[in-house]
């Protein structure tokens, strides 16, 4: 199981509860793309975690940024994520970041908004925050393998475990 975080900003921890807490225990992988804010908010995330990959965001002090890169992939269950906080050109940005790394999935953060999004060739994937959502829904993602194997399916969630949105990655996945 993959999970994902972003847009924390959180001056002394994650921030984590219930669902959003159980989820990154349990998760294979943990990803988690950017603004922490401080360094108790990263170590926080990386005593909970047993696999945690992270990029810096824009709101993120300087020792975080020293210690976390600005983009990053990541192969994790079969699938190739290309892991960013923003990206100037939007979407269409996005997708161009993610295919000039030959990924599956595009994470992203920084709007604080939980979407996804499918390109003819990459998925978009903003797990919104779990602990400062800014109007929007809070959110976090989890892309696990289809029962029978085919792919995987992925769903943003509230923190309380509450089901937003559903979506799926077909049997292509991993061969880009």
């Known amino acids: 199981m993959i999970v994902i975080f972003s847009d924390t900003h959180s001056a002394s921890g994650h921030e984590l509860e219930g669902a959003a807490l159980e989820a990154a225990r349990e998760a294979d992988t943990v990803i988690h793309a950017g603004d922490f804010t401080s360094t108790a908010a990263l170590e926080a995330f990386q005593r909970e975690c047993d696999v945690l990959h992270a990029v810096h965001g824009n709101a993120d002090s300087a020792a975080v940024r020293d210690r976390l890169p600005t983009a990053r992939v990541v192969e994790a269950g079969g699938v190739r994520l290309a892991v960013t906080h923003r990206r100037d050109g939007g979407q269409t940005g996005l997708a161009m970041f993610g295919r000039s790394r030959g990924a599956d999935v595009v994470v992203s953060g920084h709007t604080h908004r939980p979407t996804a999004i499918e390109t003819a060739d990459v998925l978009l994937l903003n ?27 992925g769903e943003i969630r509230t923190p309380t475990g509450t089901v937003l949105e559903s979506f799926e990655l077909g049997e292509s996945v991993g061969e880009r």
């Not at 602990?131 to 399916?153: I, K, Q, T, Y």
């Open 127 to 153: 797990p919104g925050s779990h602990a400062d959502p800014r109007g929007n829904r809070p959110g976090f993602a989890v892309l696990e393998e289809r029962a029978n194997g085919d792919g995987l399916e």
